[in-house]
């Protein structure tokens, strides 16, 4: 029987979780999405998962974009970056962080609520 890989460790005896990016340049982030607390958006989820913020993803048309990337136990089990758009909604990143907190692509499944967000990248 073989085992589990092993993941890199953020803090001692505890894995890394998948990740987040957030989008915030051009359009993502910005006052071009009325209406959104982006820096509470951000904020809330730092506050509860890794992110990173990136420049333009170019996916503008769906914006606010944010990437959950596997992590390493999630790549090996088949998980991708899953493509979010549209995540205008606090409730919509709290459902990110249940996901990812439940181990996110390739470990727990996508719920059907954030399926509505899936968006496929952007071809470049």
Do not use: F
Not at 22 to 45: E, F, I, M, S
């Amino acid at each position: 029987m073989s085992e589990a890989p092993s993941e890199a460790v953020s803090a001692p005896g505890r894995p890394v979780p998948c990740r987040v990016v957030v989008c915030q340049d051009c359009c993502c982030g910005t006052a071009k999405v009325p209406g959104v607390d982006h820096a509470a958006q951000t904020a809330r989820l730092r506050a509860e998962v890794p992110v990173r913020v990136s420049e333009c993803l170019d996916a503008c048309e769906r914006a606010n974009v944010v990437v959950v990337q596997p992590s390493a136990t999630g790549r090996a089990a088949g998980g991708r970056p899953v493509w979010l758009g549209l995540v205008n909604d606090p409730a919509a990143t709290e459902d990110i962080i249940e996901w990812v907190r439940a181990g996110g692509p390739g470990v727990a499944p996508l719920p059907e609520i954030l399926g509505l967000y899936a968006v496929p990248p952007p071809r470049r």
